[in-house]
């Protein structure tokens, strides 16, 4: 099942990556329209308008138990949804409830909220379920919108919560995600000016990984990773200027990445392939190539995660930690001396040597005296790196304060 957004609706637009991987209906997209009502029509407006959508693009509603009203509720139970082409690929939705739904001329259908329990994706490479999924202020196109490719065909959203997230990749390994939250907010021209995300508690076990990856996971002394993930980000239309503030990856008992950018040259025309759902990469790379840098910060917060890394490398070196460290600040300069710049050298050198002994923070910050445009960084990068720590006003700190 594809959903994709309305130019036309005021409210959030829905980032395609984000409900494809939450509604896994969308493994079933293939490339021919299936007719309307292959499945046997429920005689409600709105049910059915839900229903040709799942049907899209050679997916197939098998059966559904039943359909109920309950005031501004309509109900959907059990239903199963197969894709033509690959009769091992099954789709369950246990409860499918769809509030304040209107249905307008053509098969648009709008939602005041969209609750979905008892997700279930199988197929011959593994599975992927949902215990809850909820979405409000949702905007659907239609059937004919998403086959045509209609500049419509984007879906929006106000807020999204998914709980009771469980992936397997078969032999590629598996996970689960306690809760996935998002919103977008302050539309201005349909486009949103600020929004928020959270995605709590990926919890990966060595057990669930295959081979190689539960052997890297292990040899760090490590039998499960639990990592969360959140941020917030902001866009200001009359200065251009996007900031991403405090995105925070989070590993237990391991170490903790925050990152904060600023950029400038962020047009409207840009925002609105970014948030279309539906946006085009041709168009999207040469916009991006137009923006700039303005800050950049990041911070590396160490609970364990250096001291295993660096103990496993000391022992497949036949060292200890304490001679591994030693090894590699003596080669810091060596190392760094490709940077042709002798007190920027001196001071990485200094604040990585601090680290690696005792390492309890390191600080990469970027602080342009005037934004300087990305095509700038990636022509300087491939031709003269040696010159970007000056240009980006690089500094790096060891073992401060937050």
Same mark, same amino acid.
């Given at each position: 099942?594809h959903?994709?957004?309305?130019?036309a609706?005021?409210?959030?637009?829905?980032?395609?990556f984000?409900?494809?991987?939450?509604?896994?209906t969308?493994?079933?997209?293939?490339?021919s329209?299936?007719?309307?009502?292959?499945?046997?029509p429920?005689?409600?407006d709105?049910?059915?308008?839900?229903?040709?959508?799942?049907?899209?693009?050679?997916?197939?509603?098998?059966?559904?138990?039943?359909?109920?009203?309950?005031?501004?509720?309509?109900?959907?139970?059990g239903?199963?949804?197969?894709?033509e082409q690959d009769?091992?690929?099954?789709?369950?939705?246990?409860?499918?409830d769809?509030?304040?739904?209107?249905?307008?001329?053509?098969?648009?259908?709008?939602?005041?909220?969209?609750?979905?329990?008892?997700v279930?994706?199988?197929?011959?490479?593994?599975?992927?379920?949902?215990?809850?999924?909820t979405?409000s202020?949702v905007?659907?196109?239609?059937?004919?919108e998403?086959?045509?490719?209609?500049?419509?065909?984007?879906?929006?959203?106000?807020?999204?919560?998914?709980a009771?997230?469980?992936? +397997?990749?078969?032999?590629?390994? =598996?996970?689960? %995600? #306690?809760? !996935?939250?998002?919103? &977008?907010?302050?539309?201005?021209?349909?486009?949103?000016?600020?929004?928020?995300f959270?995605?709590?508690?990926?919890?990966?076990k060595?057990?669930?990984?295959?081979?190689?990856g539960?052997?890297?996971?292990?040899?760090?002394?490590?039998?499960?990773?639990?990592?969360?993930?959140?941020?917030?980000?902001?866009?200001?239309?009359?200065?251009?200027?996007?900031?991403?503030?405090?995105?925070?990856?989070?590993?237990?008992?391991?170490?903790?990445?925050n990152?904060?950018?600023?950029?400038?040259g962020?047009?409207?025309?840009?925002?609105?392939?970014l948030?279309?759902?539906?946006?085009?990469?041709?168009?999207?790379?040469?916009m991006?190539?137009?923006t700039?840098?303005?800050?950049?910060?990041i911070?590396?917060?160490?609970?364990?995660?250096?001291?295993?890394?660096?103990?496993?490398?000391?022992? +497949?070196?036949g060292?200890?930690r =304490?001679?591994l %460290? #030693?090894? !590699?600040?003596?080669? &810091?300069?060596?190392?760094?001396s490709?940077?042709?710049?002798?007190?920027?050298?001196?001071s990485?050198?200094?604040?990585?040597?601090?680290?690696?002994?005792?390492?309890?923070?390191?600080?990469?910050?970027?602080?342009?005296?005037?934004?300087?445009?990305?095509?700038?960084?990636?022509?300087t990068?491939m031709?003269?790196?040696?010159?970007?720590?000056?240009?980006?006003?690089?500094?790096?700190?060891?073992?401060?304060?937050?």
């Amino acid at each position: 099942m594809h959903f994709f957004s309305s130019s036309a609706v005021k409210s959030r637009r829905l980032p395609a990556f984000t409900l494809s991987a939450l509604m896994a209906t969308s493994i079933l997209a293939g490339s021919s329209f299936a007719p309307a009502w292959a499945y046997e029509p429920t005689g409600n407006d709105v049910a059915d308008a839900f229903l040709d959508l799942l049907e899209v693009q050679e997916g197939s509603v098998k059966s559904y138990t039943s359909v109920e009203e309950d005031g501004e509720t309509v109900r959907i139970k059990g239903i199963e949804l197969a894709n033509e082409q690959d009769e091992n690929a099954l789709i369950t939705i246990g409860t499918t409830d769809l509030t304040g739904g209107e249905v307008a001329e053509g098969g648009a259908l709008s939602l005041e909220e969209m609750a979905l329990e008892g997700v279930k994706m199988d197929s011959k490479d593994g599975s992927f379920a949902i215990a809850s999924l909820t979405v409000s202020d949702v905007e659907l196109p239609s059937a004919e919108e998403i086959e045509s490719g209609s500049e419509n065909a984007g879906p929006s959203y106000g807020s999204l919560e998914a709980a009771g997230i469980k992936v +397997d990749a078969g032999p590629e390994g =598996a996970f689960t %995600v #306690e809760r !996935l939250q998002t919103s &977008l907010d302050n539309y201005v021209d349909d486009i949103p000016t600020s929004g928020t995300f959270s995605i709590t508690n990926v919890e990966i076990k060595a057990e669930d990984l295959d081979e190689e990856g539960r052997k890297n996971l292990t040899d760090l002394g490590y039998e499960k990773l639990n990592i969360s993930v959140n941020g917030k980000g902001s866009w200001d239309p009359a200065t251009q200027v996007a900031s991403f503030e405090d995105v925070a990856v989070e590993m237990q008992n391991a170490a903790a990445l925050n990152v904060s950018v600023k950029l400038g040259g962020v047009t409207k025309e840009l925002m609105q392939e970014l948030t279309s759902g539906a946006g085009d990469q041709d168009k999207i790379g040469p916009m991006m190539q137009s923006t700039s840098l303005s800050a950049l910060n990041i911070r590396l917060d160490n609970s364990s995660l250096v001291e295993r890394i660096l103990d496993k490398q000391a022992k +497949d070196s036949g060292t200890d930690r =304490a001679g591994l %460290v #030693e090894q !590699l600040k003596m080669g &810091l300069p060596l190392m760094l001396s490709i940077l042709q710049n002798a007190d920027f050298e001196k001071s990485v050198s200094t604040a990585v040597g601090d680290f690696l002994g005792d390492p309890k923070s390191l600080t990469v910050t970027a602080q342009p005296s005037a934004p300087v445009p990305v095509m700038q960084i990636m022509g300087t990068a491939m031709m003269a790196p040696q010159a970007l720590p000056q240009i980006l006003g690089v500094t790096i700190a060891a073992n401060t304060a937050k």
